[in-house]
């Protein structure tokens, strides 16, 4: 069974760069057609989708995100990674790694996150 | 960007049924997932697709389509369903970059 652990620096500067890791364990990340993903939610407020890293190692990302953060993959560690610069009070939320998958039906295609991390809690604050 | 817009907040009583929606542009070519978030954990997949539930999902939820509306439907809520749930798809101007609703907090009376 394939689970996702984040981990990073808890607090950040403003100005600087967010890092953080997801690790998989239970599956590899360079096999099967997975979109490996990175979704935040600020403290009582919703979900926002960040970006992906397919298997093979194209990339995605949300527009309000593109110019500030690299997603990346590190098959020898079986991990994915954020990168997020010139962060902000407003980049302070919990960080979930998870993995996406793309379904094609007859009656149309369909995307969904279907393991999650547990989520870290990233503080931006001097 | 294609936006999805839910009710905030919907109550049920405790047995009955409950409808959640999700409206937009982009769900008249993809399906929405569903999302279900309870305080302080992480979000659990309860429907994907045209109405595919993961395993350990209860049969009680269900999912469907007409129009621009996706719908998660809960027959029988029980008390453990109190929760924020989310609908998430794809944007309907950039087929890369997916988009999830602002959330439905459900409460179960």
Known sequence: QVQLQESGPGLVKPSQTLSLNCNVSGGSISSGSYHWSWIRQPAEKGLEWIGHIYTNERTNYNPSFKTRITISADTSKNQFSLKMSSVSAADTAVYYCARGRVGIATTGTYYYLDVWGKGTTVTVSS | ?109
């Not at chain 2, 621009?68 to 029980?78: E, F, V």
């Not at chain 2, 950039?94 to 439905?104: E, H, K, N």
């Open chain 2, 1 to 109: 960007s294609s936006e999805l817009t839910q009710d905030p907040a919907v109550s049920v009583a405790l047995g009955q049924t409950v409808r959640i929606t999700c409206q937009g542009d982009s769900l008249r070519s993809y399906y929405a997932s569903w999302y279900q978030q309870k305080p302080r954990q992480a979000p659990l997949l309860v429907i994907y697709g045209r109405n595919n539930r993961p395993s350990g999902i209860p049969d009680r939820f269900s999912g469907s389509t007409s129009g621009n509306t996706a719908s998660l439907t809960i027959i029988g809520a029980q008390a453990e369903d109190e929760a924020d749930y989310y609908c998430n798809s794809r944007d309907n101007n950039d087929v890369q970059f997916y988009v999830f609703g602002p959330g439905t907090r459900l409460t179960v009376l």
